[in-house]
């Protein structure tokens, strides 16, 4: 069983998720964010890096005034399950279901919150097969994933080439090469290994550029 894979990044014009000390909140305004909350409700789970979650302490949730919906599925990609007991995705596993895939058997302390623990192949630097992790939610049910972050992550599903949608938000400000990239390095050799998209949709949210892009 196969799942798809939508990618957000919400990002400055140069393509930077972060000031160089980290400061990020928030790049784009309310109408976009507003946005991000519709595209997660329209998914099946929601997926980011353990350091985004270490960093930002995100709930992750579907938070509109007009939503009585179930919420999307948490989950984090934490191969060392560094992902710290008091935070928020911890706290609420119990209400929002909320897994860690990682590469190691599961921590008793992140069980005994409520958080599942999906023990995944490793490939090197002992990180997750991100192959295997999108077939093993979609196996458990989550077949649309929503991948909002960070660049690392973005990169390595970029790389892997799970991406079928992009969503991309652009800001009008410019952070400049010291910010944090959106999408970390491809190890691209050539332009012809470049992943390419086709542009489907444009539109201004506030003073932010929606752009939606599809696997060609």
């Known amino acids: 069983m196969g799942g798809s894979v939508t990618l957000k990044l919400a ?15 928030w790049i784009t305004g309310p109408q976009a964010r507003e946005a ?11 997926l980011v890096g353990v350091e985004t979650a270490l ?6 949730t579907v938070r509109l005034e007009d939503w009585s919906g179930r919420q999307p599925v948490r989950v984090v990609l934490d191969s060392r399950q560094r992902l710290a007991d008091g935070c928020r995705l ?18 008793p302390r992140l069980t005994a919150a409520g958080v599942r623990v999906l023990q995944v192949a490793a490939l090197g630097e002992d990180r997750p097969d ?3 992790v999108v077939a093993r939610l979609a196996d458990e049910g989550f077949g649309r994933l929503f991948v909002e972050g960070g660049g690392q992550v973005a990169g390595s ?14 800001a009008p400000i ?18 012809a290994d470049a992943p390419r998209l086709r542009r489907i949709e444009v539109s201004q949210v506030g003073d932010d550029l929606w752009e939606r892009y599809e696997r060609i």
Do not use: K, N, Q
């Not at 960093?55 to 992750?60: F, G, K, R, T």
């Not at 911890?90 to 921590?107: C, G, H, L, N, Q």
């Not at 410019?174 to 332009?191: C, D, T």
């Open 11 to 25: 990002t400055s014009l140069d393509g930077r998720i972060a000031t160089a000390g980290g400061e990020s909140r």
């Open 130 to 132: 991100l192959r295997d």
């Open 90 to 107: 911890v706290a609420t596993a119990r209400d929002i279901p909320t897994y860690v895939v990682s590469t190691t058997p599961p921590e």
């Open 36 to 46: 991000v909350h519709r595209l997660r409700a329209e998914h099946d789970a929601v």
């Open 157 to 170: 599903f970029l790389r892997c080439g799970l991406v079928d949608r992009l969503e991309w938000f652009r």
């Open 55 to 60: 960093a930002d302490d995100p709930e992750l």
């Open 174 to 191: 410019v952070i400049g090469g010291e910010g944090r990239p959106g999408i970390a390095a491809l190890a691209l050799s050539a332009l």
